[in-house]
């Protein structure tokens, strides 16, 4: 059985700290998700952090895998090894671009919360107008 944090928060700085992906070795977890972005954040401050973190995992092989199937998962679990992945709270940094949901795919996002509390040209925010998923969103899906 893999165990799996589906959301952890570093500083959106491309010099975090990687500890706490130490701990979650450490605690046994298999794979994690990093928030890289919100929909507050540009893509100029986004493109940094996601290029930052991916060579500093891909720099350390013997502990850490940015996974692109289960497989690859389960292969780093049973070598120790962190799985790690990517996460966006909100669609935003899409740019109203369904072409770029592939393009945070091939660097490493496996998550996209379509809407972060608010209202957008994708989805609707918990915190707003109930509006659901928009003819852009569904596009996107």
């Not at 959106?12 to 972005?37: H, M, W």
């Amino acid at each position: 059985m893999l165990k799996w944090e589906a959301h952890t928060c570093l500083p959106l700085n491309p010099d975090a700290d990687f500890a706490p992906l130490e701990d979650y070795r450490a605690c046994g977890v298999n794979y994690c998700s990093i928030n890289i972005g919100m929909d507050m954040n540009p893509l100029e401050q986004i493109l940094p952090v996601i290029a930052a973190f991916r060579a500093r995992l891909t720099a350390r092989p013997d502990r850490y895998v940015l996974p692109r199937t289960v497989a690859e998962i389960e292969t780093a679990a049973a070598e120790g090894r962190l799985a790690v992945g990517f996460d966006l709270e909100g669609a935003i940094p899409l740019r109203g671009r369904p072409e770029m949901v592939a393009l945070f795919r091939d660097l490493g996002v496996r998550q996209i919360h379509f809407a972060y509390n608010r209202n957008n040209e994708v989805s609707g925010g918990c915190h707003d107008e109930e509006q659901g998923l928009t003819a852009l969103g569904r596009r996107m899906v």
